[in-house]
């Protein structure tokens, strides 16, 4: 069976639609993204009346898709093109200039986990734990594969092969080509863990995770054996919830060290070859990190955004005007550091210094995913389905109102289609 890219044909798609959306029902997911966001942040006065006069980042376009409910979703960029999957089964491809949508895959599937991209495929990932590869061109189905768990995380395809993390803590491998098995990886999980939508790095021959109990492990990527495993963090504490000391979010690498950082724990970079431990620094964050030439950057649980140099972790700043908030992994584009937070705002942040450049809001979903690096800027998507792309460049005029920029993302489902396609009416 395959499903292609829908270009045309309005009616059907809005049946479609309300088809996939009453399918959910047999799937409890009430309540479960409040995990996601934590409790409301309450700010001081002198936080708002300072964050309330930073200029917002110039709108390149927006967009819209199913809230997310219990599922956590990546746009991805490839090929001039933004893909986005939505809990509600629909794979929604959208050119990165205009943003306006260009196909739909209906997958009849209710996802959990996506989008990935590799090896010419789409990749998404079911709460029955089923790994579905389409054709990135045609959209057509090529193969659907059945791992141990719901996936959580996007699947991540290169050198011929697919990679995906399951919610129970196993990384299974399959051939890209079929979605055969090649072999499975299981790390030992503590009684206690952090939901996690971390998948793997792959670099070369080997792939890089992150586990709960704080362990960095590489993998080789052909035979699934571990080729080091070194401690990010060590559990410590009184009760299970003091220990806990996941790796909650995705390595990254430059061409000397792999970096990884824990909750409760630790950020600490190791050689890649070796995994002999470089620097580490004590911090806590379930967000994640990013690098570039000079500097690790890592949104912290509080909601401070902090630099290390990379080569040895001294602290070279600290953004703390955001503290109570909390903060998405940060993308690094060009001189400007990205970060989306609890509130639905995206946040502009000068690589050198720390200072807060530009600050807009969405539509008051939690961003809690990676910026999306676009051609001309990035791309977000809040777990209210908002799909939003702005420029790394400032506005000299006042920011957007709560709410402002919302209509197209709480209309009925026919609204929805139609507003995504602007040649169909509902």
């Known amino acids: 069976m395959t499903a292609s890219f829908l270009l045309s044909g309005c009616a059907g798609m809005i049946d479609m639609a309300r088809d996939v959306a009453s399918s959910l029902a047999d799937i409890d997911i009430s309540g479960v993204t409040e995990m996601f966001v934590g409790k409301a942040p309450e700010l001081s006065p002198e936080q708002l009346a300072q964050l309330e006069v930073i200029p917002p980042a110039r709108s390149l376009w927006k967009a819209g898709v199913e809230e997310g409910q219990a599922a956590v979703f990546l746009p991805v960029f490839e090929n001039g093109t933004v893909y986005v999957a939505s809990t509600d089964g629909l794979l929604v491809r959208f050119n990165a200039t205009t943003g306006k949508a260009s196909g739909v895959i209906d997958t ?19 709460f029955k734990g089923e790994v579905l590869a389409f054709d990135e061109k045609s959209g057509n189905r090529l193969w659907k594969a059945q791992v141990s768990t719901e996936v959580l995380s996007p699947p991540h395809a290169a050198n011929g092969m697919v990679v995906i993390r399951t919610g129970d803590g196993r990384i299974f491998s399959l051939e890209a080509s079929s979605g055969k098995r090649k072999w499975i990886y299981q790390g030992a999980t503590p009684s206690l863990t952090v939901r996690s939508f971390a998948g793997v790095l792959i670099s070369d021959d080997t792939v890089y995770a992150g586990f709960a109990g704080g362990k960095l492990v590489a993998i080789n990527s052909l035979t699934g054996s571990v080729s080091w495993e070194a401690a990010v963090a060590r559990p410590k504490g009184a009760s299970e919830l003091e220990r806990i000391a996941d790796i909650t979010s995705l390595p990254v690498m430059d061409e000397q060290q792999v970096c990884a950082v824990a909750y409760q724990g630790r950020v600490a970079c190791f050689e890649i070859t070796t995994g002999t431990q470089i620097w580490a620094q004590d911090v806590s964050s379930n967000a994640g990190l990013a690098m570039d030439n000079h500097y690790l950057y890592v949104s912290e649980n509080k909601g401070a955004l902090v630099a290390y140099d990379k080569k040895d972790g001294t602290r070279i700043w600290t953004q703390s005007l955001l503290d109570g908030i909390r903060l998405s992994p940060p993308l690094v584009r060009d001189a400007r550091i990205i970060v989306g937070d609890s509130l639905g705002y995206v946040n502009l942040i000068r690589n050198d210094n720390g200072a807060i450049v530009a600050r807009s809001l969405t539509d008051e979903g939690a961003i809690v995913t990676r910026p999306v690096p676009l051609p001309d800027g990035f791309a977000v998507q809040t777990l ?15 920011p957007l109102l709560p709410g402002q920029s919302s209509s197209i993302l709480r209309s009925p489902q026919s609204q929805f289609l139609c507003a995504l396609l602007p040649f169909c009416t509902p």
Do not use: Q, R
């Open 384 to 398: 209210k389905g908002g799909i939003y792309a702005f420029s790394t460049e400032s506005m000299a005029v006042p």
């Open 108 to 126: 009849k599937h209710k996802l959990s986990g996506g989008v990935g991209t590799g090896e010419g495929l789409l990749l998404v990932g079911t």
